[in-house]
């Protein structure tokens, strides 16, 4: 009679090796992408809160803009000047920046394109960031109206 033989061959085992081998790479794969993704993610919402902040803030300049004379206007450097009738707000592009009067409110800007219709006291802005680590470029447009003077 023959003996039974219990256990796995060599064979056996390389085969169930690489199958498992085979298995963790493409789980790996999944798993890397879905990192890559999510950093991705998470760089394009933080470029997109950097320029929905300042465009608020700009916003909000206009709104409170109430000089009788001349509240909005682009300066001779493209600069958008907001006044009211406490103070003056300067924003311009400054290399790849946006800056408050002078100082940089916002980082890793390739457009800060104005457009001032003193007529109805209206401004438009486009705020463009450089592209990201993924080639990805945030791009955001308002349209924004100034009090007429009281």
């Known amino acids: 009679m023959m003996k039974k033989n219990k256990g796995f061959t060599l064979i056996e085992v390389v085969v169930v090796v690489a199958i498992i081998g085979l298995l ?3 789980v790996l ?6 990192v890559k993704m999510y950093a991705k993610d998470n760089t394009q919402v933080a ?5 929905r902040t300042v465009m608020t803030s700009i916003e909000k300049k206009i709104r409170k803009a109430d000089h009788i ?3 909005l206007y682009e300066d001779v450097s493209g600069c958008l000047v907001v006044q009211s009738k ?3 707000d300067t924003y311009c592009k400054s290399g790849n920046s946006v800056t408050l009067n002078g100082a ?3 980082d890793r800007i390739s457009a800060f394109d104005i457009d001032v219709t003193n007529s109805n006291y209206t401004v438009s802005i486009t705020i463009t960031s450089i592209a990201d680590s993924m080639g990805q470029v ?13």
């Open 138 to 150: 945030n791009t955001l447009s308002a349209v924004f109206n100034a009090r007429k003077g009281r």
């Open 24 to 26: 963790l790479s493409g």
């Open 86 to 88: 406490t103070e003056v």
């Open 104 to 106: 940089s409110i916002l």
């Open 29 to 34: 794969a999944i798993f890397d992408q879905g």
């Open 47 to 51: 470029n997109q809160q950097s320029l």
């Open 69 to 71: 004379n001349q509240p």
